[in-house]
Each structure stands twice: as C-alpha cells, then as structure tokens.
C-alpha cells in the first residue's frame, strides 16, 4: 500500500529519441546532432508530468526486450515507480528530428505489438487487484497491434467497480470502444472529436456531447488547440482562451494537459480550475524544446496570471 492516489496506465509505451539535422536528406546519411532518449506513451508522460507538478503516481505499463528494460531504468531515474508487465515482444522506438533548414520537426512514430493475449490480460488483472489503491485510473495513449480495440472500456469497468475516476486520451478506434463504460473526463482534440461525430453519426457537436453523455462520459474537454479549449458537463458550458505562448514543440500537450488537470483536482481545485491549471502546464511544455516537458513555477505563473482569478 502507499499514497499514490494516481495510476497511469500505458499499454503501447516507446522510448523516445529526438534529435536534429541541418537538413532531413532522402537517399543519404542525415548526420544528426546527439540524441536525447526519453520514456515516453501517453500514461508515462502523464506520470512525469505529474512528478513535476508535485503529485506522484504509479505507472503501469507493458515492457519487453531490452528496449523494455531500458524503458525501466529510465522510469527509474525519472523517479516514478513503475509496474511492468512482462511481454516477449520489444517495447518499440520512436524518432523525432527537427529538420533546421525548414524549422519543423519530423515525427517518426513505429507501431508497438503484443503478441501473446496472456500478456493482456495480465495487465488487466494487475489493474483490478491494485485499482482500490487508485482514486484515478489514467490511461493515454495508442493501443498496441494485436489489444482488443475495447481494451479501454474494460479498464473503465474495473475503475467504475473500485469506485476511482477513469480518464481516457486515446483516439480513433480506441477512443470509439473506449467509452462504452463512460468516463470521469475525456480529451479529444478536433480531429477525434470531427471522427468521433462521424462514426456516432452526430450532427451537431451538441448532439454528440449528449451521446457521450447518455455513454456515462461525465466531462468533456473539447481542445481547439491555440483557439480555445471547452469543458463541456450536462450541466455547463465553460470556454478557456490558452495563453499566447512562443511555440518551440507540439511533443506531450495533450499529456501536459491531463497531467496539470488530475494535479489541479488532487489540490482541490474546482473543474474549472483544473482546466486551466492543465491548459498551463500544455502551454508550458508547448514552450519547452523538443521533447522537455512542464516546469512547474511556469505552469503556475501561466495559471495565476490568466486563470486562477477568473474561475
Ligand atoms: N498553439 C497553442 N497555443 C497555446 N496552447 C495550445 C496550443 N496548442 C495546444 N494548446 C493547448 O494544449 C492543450 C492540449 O492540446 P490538444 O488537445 O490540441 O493536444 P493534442 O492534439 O491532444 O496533442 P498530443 O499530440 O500531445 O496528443 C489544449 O488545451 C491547448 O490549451
Ligand atoms: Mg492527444
């Protein structure tokens, strides 16, 4: 037993590398600057975030090979307990290079494979015999190829019957089956909340808000990136402008945001609140370089300065 109130949960996590180049060459060696390799998958950057902000979590997550024993370590070094699951297959690698000629940034984002079913539904048991440990189930991320596309709302069914709040950000067709049992919050940003409305045959953003929430879906936070982001319950509507910031990497927004989120409702802070405290820490990783995540007194000096005497 201890404190953790949190569990982050990441069945598809990688290890990141980033890099850059003077120019991303085709048919030729790009010579690279020295690399920097992170633990990365949506509930591991969730976890991280989180230690930055000053609330510690578990994380749960399946690790094979020796890319999943290095994955280990550097949960380690980041200082957040991990709880493998054993897999044969390797944890997969990710690549991001910004290209200086052009100022962008390459994503390079490999699949990840479980093979075996056991492993599956280890994690799953794992997650049942340790959730009334959990006030909140966080799960984020992709689905490995061969994890059942409903995966998510199993986790969900487990959270509901331990009585902890379940946050889901995923998207296309684990995000789709992943809200059959409901959810405490889910994040989708345009592109999933547009195939979303597709698939559920919505026509208005409104009628599928009322879908997600005769799902059992409690709060729905609608990003719009730099424009706006909405918190959308069956009670209110609530619209946050994000703070101007100078934008160096897109890499971990979404994490930040549901980092700084689960943060603000562990300090007590209301909904609203916890909305704006997780649209600064996006907004203080968005200004980090490549793949650097929050700092904490800047998600605070983002929050005071445009949320925490308006909500
Ligand atoms: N250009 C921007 N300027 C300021 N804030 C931004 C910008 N883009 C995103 N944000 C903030 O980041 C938060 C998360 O963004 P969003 O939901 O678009 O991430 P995402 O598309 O899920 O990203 P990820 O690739 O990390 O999953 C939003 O609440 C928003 O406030
Ligand atoms: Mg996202």
């Given at each position: 037993?201890?404190?953790?109130?949190?569990?982050?949960?990441?069945?598809?996590?990688?290890?990141?590398?980033?890099?850059?180049?003077?120019?991303?060459?085709?048919?030729?060696?790009?010579?690279?600057?020295?690399?920097?390799?992170?633990?990365?998958?949506?509930?591991?950057?969730?976890?991280?975030?989180?230690?930055?902000?000053?609330?510690?979590?578990?994380?749960?997550?399946?690790?094979?090979?020796?890319?999943?024993?290095?994955?280990?370590?550097?949960?380690k070094e980041e200082n957040i307990p991990a709880i493998p699951i054993e897999s044969p297959d390797k944890t997969r690698q990710n690549i991001?290079?910004?290209?200086?000629?052009?100022?962008?940034?390459?994503?390079?984002?490999?699949?990840?494979?479980?093979?075996?079913?056991?492993?599956?539904?280890?994690?799953?048991?794992?997650?049942?015999?340790?959730?009334?440990?959990?006030?909140?189930?966080?799960?984020?991320?992709?689905?490995?190829?061969?994890?059942?596309?409903?995966?998510?709302?199993?986790?969900?069914?487990?959270?509901?019957?331990?009585?902890?709040?379940?946050?889901?950000?995923?998207?296309?067709?684990?995000?789709?089956?992943?809200?059959?049992?409901?959810?405490?919050?889910?994040?989708?940003?345009?592109?999933?909340?547009?195939?979303?409305?597709?698939?559920?045959?919505?026509?208005?953003?409104?009628?599928?808000?009322?879908?997600?929430?005769?799902?059992?879906?409690?709060?729905?936070?609608?990003?719009?990136?730099?424009?706006?982001?909405?918190?959308?319950?069956?009670?209110?509507?609530?619209?946050?402008?994000?703070?101007?910031?100078?934008?160096?990497?897109?890499?971990?927004?979404?994490?930040?945001?549901?980092?700084?989120?689960?943060?603000?409702?562990?300090?007590?802070?209301?909904?609203?609140?916890?909305?704006?405290?997780?649209?600064?820490?996006?907004?203080?990783?968005?200004?980090?370089?490549?793949?650097?995540l929050c700092d904490a007194a800047e998600v605070e000096e983002i929050y005071s300065t445009n949320f925490q005497s308006h909500l």
């Open positions: 037993m201890n404190n953790h109130k949190v569990l982050t949960v990441t069945l598809n996590p990688s290890i990141d590398i980033g890099t850059e180049a003077d120019e991303v060459i085709t048919d030729q060696k790009t010579r690279c600057a020295s690399p920097s390799f992170d633990p990365g998958g949506g509930g591991i950057n969730v976890s991280r975030v989180l230690n930055r902000l000053g609330i510690y979590s578990d994380a749960l997550f399946i690790s094979g090979g020796y890319t999943g024993n290095l994955l280990k370590e550097m949960m991001a290079i910004i290209d200086n000629s052009i100022g962008k940034q390459y994503r390079f984002v490999l699949p990840g494979l479980v093979s075996d079913l056991n492993i599956w539904e280890s994690a799953l048991q794992k997650i049942d015999e340790l959730t009334d440990q959990y006030d909140f189930i966080i799960a984020s991320g992709s689905l490995p190829d061969g994890i059942p596309e409903n995966t998510y709302s199993e986790i969900a069914s487990i959270a509901k019957k331990h009585n902890s709040a379940f946050i889901l950000d995923t998207s296309k067709s684990s995000l789709i089956k992943g809200i059959e049992q409901g959810a405490e919050f889910i994040k989708p940003n345009q592109e999933e909340f547009q195939e979303m409305k597709q698939i559920f045959g919505a026509a208005t953003d409104s009628e599928l808000y009322e879908l997600l929430f005769q799902k059992g879906v409690k709060n729905i936070v609608h990003t719009h990136g730099k424009e706006k982001t909405l918190l959308i319950t069956p009670e209110s509507e609530t619209s946050f402008t994000p703070p101007k910031i100078n934008l160096r990497s897109t890499i971990g927004a979404g994490d930040s945001f549901i980092g700084g989120l689960v943060a603000g409702l562990i300090k007590g802070f209301t909904k609203q609140q916890a909305v704006g405290y997780g649209i600064s820490a996006a907004a203080s990783t968005l200004q980090s370089e490549g793949t650097d």
